[in-house]
C-alpha cells in the first residue's frame, strides 16, 4: 500500500479572536510584563499545535510560530544584528528582538517588505561589514523539544538558506556564494544536527525563492549547500519546500540530495504537472503535493484534486505522498465557522484554515482508501460549490454584456497629453511646481471615535456626517492656510481605501473575524470578491463636492484603483482576474463621471499596490501589466481633456515598469521615492518620463519633520533628470497616520521649499 501523509506548512500566528495580536500589544504598551506575554504565547502555541493535531495532520509544523516574524526569527538565530541595537552576544533578548522590528529610542527598526506576492510583510536581514553570523539558539530545536513534551513529534520549519540570503540586504552581490556556501551553510547544518540528535524526523527547508527566476550557478551553489546539509545530518529527511508558483528549475531540483520535495499545485499547477510529466518524479523521494488553496478562502473542489492525485499516480510513483496546502495557512483567516453573517451560498464554500485542514484529511481517506469512502463528503462539497456557482450573485449578465461591447475608444482618452496639457494649463494656471498631497489626512483618535461611535448605533448617520464634515471643512481651511495649489477633502469619511469601495460596489461581501497578518501585530480583514462587480450609486461625489465647494482652489477626487481593489481582497476563483479588473475598472468609471459631473475637475485615481502585484516571473509580467494598464485605463478614459487625472504608488523600485506606468496615461503620478531617492532618479536619467509626475519630497512614515535644505536638495536633483513643467512637488505618501502638528509643520516647510525653487526657474 502506499504511503500517504497529511502534513501542513505553517498555521496563522493571530488566532481566532486575535489573542495573538492582543498579547502582544499589551506587552507594548506596558500592560502585561514579559513573563506574562511568554505565558500567553505559550498557550497559543499549545493550543495550535493540538487544534492541527485533533484535524488530522500527520506532520504538524513547529517553529512557523513567532513573536512578530519568521524572517526576523530567523536573522536573530544567526546573529544577524545590527550594531545599532548594541547586542553584545548570547541569546538576543525579547526587548531587542522586538527593537528590530519595531525600532526603539535608540535605533530605527529593521526594513520591512512583501513577502514575495502577498500581502504580508517580513524583515528584511541586515548583513553588515563586520558581522559575523553564529548560531545564537537553535530556535527550531526549542520548538521541537516544547512538542514533544506535549507527546507531538512535529516537523520543524526552517526557512532556507538560499531564500534566507535571497531575502537580505547589505552585501554585495559577488558575496553571494561565499555567504550562501561558506558562512550560513555551516550554521544550518548545526542546526540540523542537533535536531537530529534530539529525534527529530522530517525537517521542512523553505525555498519558495525557487520559484523567481534561478540562475544555473545559483543552482549549482543550491545543490553544493544542499549536499552538505544532507551530509550533515544523514538522519534526518530533508523536504525542499516551494510555493506561490510553479519551480524554475525542476530538473535540478529534483536532483537535491534531499528526502522530499515540496510543489505548488494551485498556483503552479499547470508548469508543475507538465515537470512531472515531462521529467518524472525520483522513486527514492517522497512528493508533497500542495493541493489545498493557502491564500484563498474557496473551498477546494475535492473530486477535482482527489482526480488529480490520481492523474500524477498514473505518472509518477514516488517513495511516499504528503498532501498539504499550497504555502502556509498564515494568509488565510482562522475558522470560517465563526461567520454566520454571510449569504448562505458564499458561507457553503468559504474554508478558513481549520477548514483546509479538515479538507486535506477528506483528501487523504478518498486517496488510501477509495472515493467511496468518502462519497458523501464530496457530493455535498460539489452541491456546495454548484449552489455557489448558480446564486444570482454571481453573474449579472448586463455588465458581461457591456463590458464585452466596449471598444478601444473607451481605453483611450479623447485627446493625447500634449494637447491635453496645453488646455489644462489654461484651465488650471498653476503656478510652476505644483504643490498637492496624497489624499488622507489624520486618522486622529477623535475621528476613530465618532466612526465608532456611527458604527455602534451611538450616533445616527446625520451625526457622524456632520462630524466629518466639520473635520474636512477644518482641513481644509489649514490647505488653504499652508497655501497648497490643489486641496483633498481628507478622506475622513475611509478607515480603509479598499474597504470604503468594496462597501458600496456590488459584487464584494465582508467577514466578521476573516483577519490575516499583514505585519507584525498589525492585521487586515480583505473583503471578498464573490461575484460580478457593479457600480451601484455615486460614493465619493457628495464628500467631494462638499469640500469643492468651501473653496476657491481645486479639489481632487480620490478613488482607489482596479487592481489595488483585487490585491487586497480575496478574489473569486471562477472568472480570469482580468475580467475582474475590467469590471471593477467599469464600475469605477462610473464613479468618475459622477465626479466630473458634480464638478470635480482633478480627479485621483490610487494604485498603490501595482508594483507589489508584479508575479514572481518575469515573463509573467507583460500579461500583469497589460490587464492592470487597461483596468485603469478604462476607469479613466471617459473624462473631458482639461479633467485632470492623477495616480499614486507607494512603493519605489520603478525602473523596471517605468514603460507600463506611462501607458496608465495618467496626467500626474505621485511615487513614494524618499527612501530609496538614488535609485528612482536614476532610472529617469535612463529614459524620462514625459508625463506629470511628483516624486515624494519627504517620507511620511516618520514623524520626523523633514528640513526644507533636504526637500529642496530632492527637488533640485529630480529636476536634473525631469521637465520642470512637469513636476509637482508632494510628499511621498497619504498622511493619515501622522499628527497634525507633524503634518502642518512638513506641509509648510514643502510650500516654502516650492517657493524657493520656482525662484530659481
Ligand atoms: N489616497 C490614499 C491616502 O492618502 C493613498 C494611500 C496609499 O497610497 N496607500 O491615504
Ligand atoms: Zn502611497
Not at 501595482?610 to 509573467?620: A, S, T
Request: net charge negative.
Amino acid at each position: 500500500m502506499v504511503n500517504v501523509y497529511t502534513s501542513n506548512l505553517g498555521y496563522p500566528r493571530i488566532g481566532k479572536r486575535r489573542e495573538w495580536k492582543k498579547a502582544l500589544e499589551s506587552h507594548w504598551s506596558g500592560k502585561i510584563e514579559q513573563a506574562e506575554l511568554e505565558e500567553r504565547i505559550k498557550t497559543l502555541r499549545h493550543e495550535y499545535l493540538h487544534t492541527q493535531v485533533e484535524k488530522g495532520v500527520d506532520l504538524p509544523p513547529v517553529g512557523d510560530f513567532t513573536y512578530y516574524d519568521h524572517v526576523l526569527d530567523t536573522a536573530v538565530m544567526f546573529g544577524l544584528i545590527p550594531k545599532r541595537f548594541g547586542h553584545d552576544g548570547g541569546p538576543v533578548s525579547l526587548d531587542t528582538y522586538f527593537a528590530m522590528a519595531r525600532g526603539n529610542q535608540k535605533a530605527v527598526a529593521c526594513e520591512m517588505t512583501k513577502w514575495f506576492d502577498t500581502n504580508y510583510h517580513y524583515i528584511v536581514p541586515e548583513w553588515e561589514e563586520e558581522m559575523v553570523p553564529t548560531l545564537l539558539e537553535n530556535r527550531p530545536l526549542r520548538a521541537f523539544r516544547e512538542a514533544k513534551r506535549w507527546g507531538i513529534n512535529a516537523k520543524p520549519v526552517i526557512l532556507g538558506p538560499f531564500t534566507f540570503l535571497k531575502l537580505a540586504k547589505g552585501f554585495h552581490p559577488d558575496q553571494f556564494s561565499r555567504l550562501l556556501l561558506d558562512t550560513l551553510t555551516p550554521l544550518y547544518a548545526q542546526v540540523l544536527q542537533e535536531l537530529e540528535a534530539a529525534g527529530a524526523d522530517w525537517i521542512q527547508l523553505d525555498e519558495p525563492a525557487f520559484v523567481t527566476d534561478v540562475t544555473a550557478a545559483e543552482m549549482e551553489w543550491l545543490h553544493t549547500a544542499y549536499s552538505r546539509l544532507a551530509d550533515a545530518a544523514p538522519g534526518l529527511r530533508l523536504l525542499v519546500q516551494t510555493y506561490f508558483d510553479s519551480v524554475s528549475a525542476y530538473s535540478d531540483l529534483i536532483r537535491l540530495p534531499v528526502h522530499g520535495i515540496g510543489l505548488d499545485l494551485v498556483y503552479g499547477r499547470e508548469e508543475n504537472l507538465a515537470s512531472l510529466q515531462k521529467h518524472g518524479f525520483p522513486e527514492d523521494k517522497v512528493l508533497a503535493l500542495g493541493l489545498i488553496d493557502g491564500r484563498n478562502i474557496w473551498k477546494t473542489p475535492l473530486q477535482k484534486q482527489l482526480n488529480l492525485l490520481e492523474e500524477i499516480r498514473e505518472i509518477v510513483s514516488p517513495a511516499a505522498w504528503m498532501l498539504q496546502p499550497s504555502c502556509s495557512l498564515l494568509h488565510v483567516p482562522v475558522d470560517a465557522a465563526e461567520e454566520q453573517e454571510l449569504p448562505s451560498e458564499l458561507a457553503g464554500v468559504i474554508a478558513f484554515a481549520h477548514e483546509k485542514l479538515d479538507e486535506l484529511s477528506i483528501l487523504k481517506e478518498g486517496f488510501l482508501h477509495g472515493q467511496a469512502v468518502v462519497a458523501e463528503v464530496l457530493q455535498e462539497n460539489a452541491a456546495a460549490i454548484e449552489t455557489f456557482d448558480q446564486a444570482s450573485f454571481r453573474r449579472i449578465p448586463e455588465i458581461r454584456k457591456e463590458i464585452a461591447n466596449l471598444t478601444s475608444t473607451a481605453f483611450t482618452r479623447s485627446h493625447p497629453f500634449a494637447e491635453r496639457q496645453e488646455q489644462q494649463e489654461k484651465f488650471y494656471s498653476f503656478p510652476l511646481f505644483p504643490t498637492t498631497t496624497i489624499g488622507s489626512f489624520p486618522q486622529s483618535p477623535e475621528v476613530r471615535r465618532a466612526r465608532k461611535k456611527w458604527r455602534t448605533g451611538e450616533w445616527s448617520e446625520e451625526r457622524y456626517r456632520e462630524f466629518v464634515q466639520k473635520e474636512t471643512a477644518r482641513w481644509i481651511g489649514i490647505q488653504e492656510e499652508i497655501g497648497l495649489d490643489v486641496l483633498v477633502h481628507g478622506e475622513f469619511e475611509r478607515t480603509d481605501m479598499v474597504e470604503y469601495f468594496s462597501d458600496k460596489l456590488t459584487g464584494f461581501s465582508f467577514t466578521k473575524h476573516g483577519w490575516v497578518q499583514s505585519y507584525g501585530s498589525r492585521c487586515v480583514k480583505p473583503p471578498i470578491i464573490h461575484g460580478d462587480v457593479a457600480f451601484h450609486a455615486p460614493m465619493t461625489a457628495e464628500m467631494s463636492s462638499y469640500a469643492q465647494s468651501l473653496t476657491e482652489k481645486k479639489v481632487k477626487g480620490m478613488l482607489t484603483g482596479p487592481t489595488t481593489m483585487i490585491r487586497w481582497s480575496f478574489v473569486r476563483d471562477d472568472l480570469p482576474e482580468s475580467e475582474v479588473a475590467l469590471q471593477i475598472g467599469y464600475a469605477l468609471r462610473q464613479e468618475v463621471d459622477a465626479l466630473e459631473s458634480s464638478g470635480i475637475a482633478i480627479i485621483q485615481v490610487d494604485e498603490p499596490a501595482l508594483r507589489e502585484g508584479l508575479p514572481l516571473k518575469k515573463h509573467k509580467w507583460k500579461a500583469y501589466l497589460d490587464q492592470a494598464v487597461r483596468a485603469f485605463r478604462l476607469a479613466t478614459s471617459s473624462v473631458q481633456p482639461q479633467t485632470q487625472i492623477h495616480t499614486h504608488m507607494c512603493y519605489s523600485e520603478f525602473h523596471d515598469i517605468i514603460d507600463a506606468i506611462q501607458t496608465l496615461d495618467a496626467d500626474v503620478i505621485s511615487i513614494e521615492s524618499s527612501r530609496s531617492h538614488g535609485e528612482l532618479i536614476h532610472a529617469f536619467e535612463e529614459k524620462t518620463y514625459p508625463l506629470g509626475i511628483g516624486l515624494g519630497v519627504y517620507d511620511i512614515h516618520s514623524p520626523r519633520i523633514p528640513t526644507e535644505a533636504e526637500m529642496l536638495q530632492t527637488v533640485e536633483r529630480a529636476l536634473r533628470v525631469l521637465p520642470p513643467t512637469l513636476f509637482w512637488i508632494n510628499p511621498d505618501c497619504g498622511l493619515k497616520t501622522r499628527r497634525e502638528e507633524e503634518v502642518v509643520a512638513s506641509l509648510q516647510k514643502m510650500v516654502q521649499v516650492a517657493q524657493a525653487i520656482r525662484q530659481q526657474w
